[in-house]
């Protein structure tokens, strides 16, 4: 073979073969250690994640061997918390601010205002219907009861019904209105009478007693307890369940407000028991705590696992120069790993020179508790105002100042 053929031979043999582009390998083989080192990076940074949280661990449970202790105080409050007064068997407790003091107070906006009372000029509930009920009240006209509507929206409707009166008086319950805020109870004499907010429609129950006095829904607002002094009973107010009649007895009290609630605080074998009831099973106990109760007030309200309810206390060592015997906001969990909490309605602070003694002393009677703002707020009567009071903070609030003999609050009272 001649020497000027082998340049062309070579050339014919590789002209088919794939020629590589050397800047895209050089792009290729960047990218593939980028990745490598972020790759490094992320299992790195889980690495250190998963050791920090080993270390975290052991020191909860009591492991030294990181020298990591756990902590040995409860962690702050929310913003504003103020540090309770002390603690009555066990549990801590916040004194309200004194009677008379209550409009000085910071307030708790709501369509209530700073002054609830009888509007003027309300306007027909069949014409103005309410969406979603923030307090109903009872006006008078010689000795029967017109039912008013407030709304969220702050704007007021006149139920076109006329209200007998009850054993107590006006047939008005704390616990009235519906969880949905579309519905209202009353008592009556033999029956249990149903106004809707909505289309102003009523329904009348009727119950094998006539001495009925007090009435509370059940969370699922189909259903609502109502009882008297040796009755009580469940009342279906939509469909109730498979065989289950409109009206069935249940588990009557001495105290017509302590059968009256999805949750009940009342006294059990020398304790105070947090109870709950279910449809299927009746009243259930779900807490028990030591409490100085002589006599309990109002019915009792559940804010998400908490319950509230007012007792008169026998003696409270913790209350100096009380006036009265001390009445006491008591809010119970049933779940553990919250704590009970307790508000005292101080006693009223004695005249000094240049002033005036305060409205009225916080005499037993005077309060009780209408209902929940949220789950850590409890709304409160307290004599002619309703305060706020947060569970969680121990901050007091003054909501409306009260121009009516008495209301019923419903969750419409958010705004």
């Known amino acids: 073979m001649r020497r000027e053929d082998v340049n062309p031979l070579l050339v014919q043999a590789v002209d088919g073969m794939f020629e590589p582009d050397l800047a895209d390998a050089a792009w290729t083989a960047a990218v593939g ?23 975290a661990l052991i020191a909860t449970l009591g492991g030294g061997k990181a020298g990591i202790a756990p902590p040995t105080t409860p962690p ?16 801590d407790f916040w004194v309200a601010p004194p009677s008379g003091s209550e409009r000085y107070l910071d307030h708790l906006d709501t369509p209530m205002g700073e002054a609830l ?33 407030l709304g969220n929206d702050g704007k007021w409707s006149r139920a076109d019904v006329r209200l007998s009166a009850i054993g107590t008086g006006a047939p008005l319950s704390s616990g009235a209105v519906s969880p949905n805020g579309a519905l209202v109870a009353f008592p009556q004499p033999g029956q249990v009478l149903v106004l ?21 829904w059940l969370p699922d607002g189909n259903r609502l307890l109502v009882s008297g002094p040796d009755a009580a009973y469940r009342v279906v107010i939509g469909s109730g369940g498979y065989g289950e009649r409109d009206v069935t007895p249940v588990e009557p009290s001495s105290d017509p407000d302590a059968a009256t ?26 807490a028990a705590v030591q409490l100085p109760v002589a006599s ?36 119970i969990s049933g779940q553990r790993s919250l704590p009970d909490r307790l508000l005292v309605l101080g006693p009223s602070p004695p ?16 309060c009780l508790v209408l209902g929940w703002y949220d789950d850590n707020t409890v709304l409160i009567q307290v004599q002619s105002w309703v305060i706020a009071w947060g569970v969680r903070s121990g901050h007091v609030r003054r909501v409306t100042e009260l121009e009516v003999s008495g209301v019923a609050l419903g969750p419409g009272v958010r705004g």
Not at 35 to 48: F, G, K, T
Not at 119 to 146: C, R
């Open 33 to 55: 250690i980028r990745r490598r080192r972020r790759r490094s990076r992320v299992i790195a940074l889980v690495a250190i994640l998963v050791i920090g949280a080993v270390i």
């Open 76 to 91: 702050p409050g929310p913003p504003g918390a103020v540090q309770p007064a002390g603690q009555i068997s066990g549990m």
């Open 117 to 149: 009372k009888l509007p003027d000029s309300p306007a027909n509930l069949g014409d103005s219907p309410v969406k979603q009920i923030a307090a109903v009240v009872l006006a008078s006209h010689s000795g029967s009861y017109d039912p008013l509507l």
């Open 196 to 216: 809707s907010a909505l289309n102003a429609k009523v329904r009348q129950i009727d119950v094998p007693t006539q001495d009925l006095r007090s009435v509370s």
């Open 261 to 286: 609630a999805p949750y009940r605080l009342d006294d059990a074998a020398g304790r105070v028991a947090l109870s709950q009831y279910s449809v299927d099973g009746g009243w259930a106990p779900s």
């Open 296 to 331: 309990w007030v109002g019915q009792t309200f559940g804010g998400g696992p908490t319950a509230a309810r007012l007792f008169i206390a026998d003696e409270l060592p913790q209350i100096t120069k009380a006036d009265a015997p001390p009445q006491v906001v008591a809010a």
């Open 351 to 366: 005249p000094t020179a240049g002033t005036l003694a305060p409205d009225v002393a916080r005499a037993p009677g005077c």
